[in-house]
């Protein structure tokens, strides 16, 4: 499923394969957490931005509308009308995010919906349940998602807990992929590192995942409130104890000078509402930095967002125009910020590619990496 063709010191050139296409990695994966780009995308905006992979979430896909209603209507992919690879997060982020409205046990967490207050419980199983009515192509394990900082003990205990639910999810999901009827029986589980900012709770856990020879493994509860030289440590000793030949996903990450530094360190997979949530309040992505459209200087720029930049918006439209609908309040502004913001990221990520192909990354990082993030 995963090949690894070529390193720059950590620095890795793969390819993985899934039954609906095969990845390029490095790779951005762009999040539609409701079958849907926040900002007015659908799945046709998806191919023209250079998607490789979309992202949908399980908790929001199992309040609405439904895991019972996608398998009915054909799976997710069929679903949003995309034909690419989906990975789908297992919910446990959001239901970690609620707070006061959940109850965490070693069978699962007790929670209530956002959307209306109904009480729900999702285990192990529930939330592989739901991913295999959704069919994507990669299904995370149920796991329990720490704010950091975390008290050690508690860490510590949630820790053992993700172990132990990830041994439920694989068993869970090779039980549904076994089942007549279902909608990807060649779906993969990826497991989930956790361990907060403790480099030895993170160095076991990774020990005792890894023996589960899953297709793939994550890094989990990074960029939630530690600094980046901290999530950079972790990385660090979480990488050393990762399979050579399996995918590595650091999840929710980051600036684009985030996701150039973790290249570097080994880092293949990666995802963040970053680039669409900044481009919604007019934040965007350039070779020079970042820049605020809705300044006053930008009022009558004829230039493009990114003159070197070749998506829709940047070929179609000026500056000024795009700063009068963000003035105007009208929607098309938040659609064509998105496009610009995640065409971006996705050439990104190509650069990265190419560069790790002609042994130029170390000079790429050192380029780009701190450019990238400037706010202009």
């Keep these: 499923m995963f090949t690894l063709i070529k390193r720059q010191g950590k620095a890795r050139r793969g390819r993985f394969s899934t039954k609906h296409g095969v990845v390029e990695t490095p790779v951005f994966m762009n999040v539609a957490t409701q079958a849907a780009i926040k900002g007015g995308l659908g799945a046709f905006d998806l191919r023209d931005v250079g998607c490789q992979v979309a992202l949908s979430n399980t908790y929001h896909l199992m309040l609405r509308p439904g895991g019972d209603i996608i398998k009915k209507l054909g799976g997710l992919h069929r679903f949003m009308s995309w034909d690419g690879p989906i990975l789908t997060d297992s919910g446990g982020f959001q239901v970690f995010s609620l707070d006061s409205l959940r109850k965490v046990t070693d069978e699962g967490v007790h929670f209530q919906s956002h959307i209306d207050g109904r009480r729900i419980f999702m285990g192990p199983e529930e939330s592989m349940e ?3 009515c959704i069919g994507s192509d990669i299904a995370m394990a149920f796991d329990e998602c720490v704010a950091n900082p ?6 510590k205990d949630a820790c053992r807990r993700t172990e132990n639910w990830l041994i439920r999810s694989n068993k869970a999901l ?23 900012t403790y480099a030895d709770l993170r160095k076991e856990n990774m020990k005792r995942i890894r023996e589960l020879n899953l297709p793939g493994y994550a890094i989990g509860g990074l960029a939630v409130g530690e600094e980046a030289s901290v999530m950079y440590e972790m990385i660090s000793v979480v990488e050393e104890e990762m399979p050579q030949d399996r995918p590595r996903y650091l999840m929710g990450v980051g600036t684009p000078g985030n996701i150039i530094e973790a290249v570097g360190m080994g880092v293949d997979f990666f995802d963040c509402v970053l680039p669409a949530r900044n481009a919604r309040h007019g934040h965007l992505f350039t070779k020079n930095g970042v820049i605020n459209i809705k300044n006053a200087k930008y009022e009558s720029s004829g230039e493009p967002v990114d003159e070197d930049c070749p998506c829709f918006t940047c070929k179609n439209y000026s500056r000024a125009y795009l700063r009068h609908l963000f003035k105007a309040e009208e929607v098309l502004a938040l659609r064509l910020a998105v496009i610009h913001n995640l065409s971006f990221y996705n050439r990104l990520m190509g650069n990265i590619r190419a560069a790790i192909d002609n042994d130029e990354f170390d000079a790429f990082r050192s380029k780009w990496g701190e450019v990238l993030d400037r706010r202009i």
């Design 174 to 196: 090779e039980r549904f992929n076994s089942e007549p009827g279902a909608v990807n029986p060649d779906q993969m589980l990826f497991g989930i590192n956790q361990g907060g």
């Design 130 to 132: 739901v991913q295999s």
């Design 150 to 155: 975390a008290e050690y003990n508690y860490a």
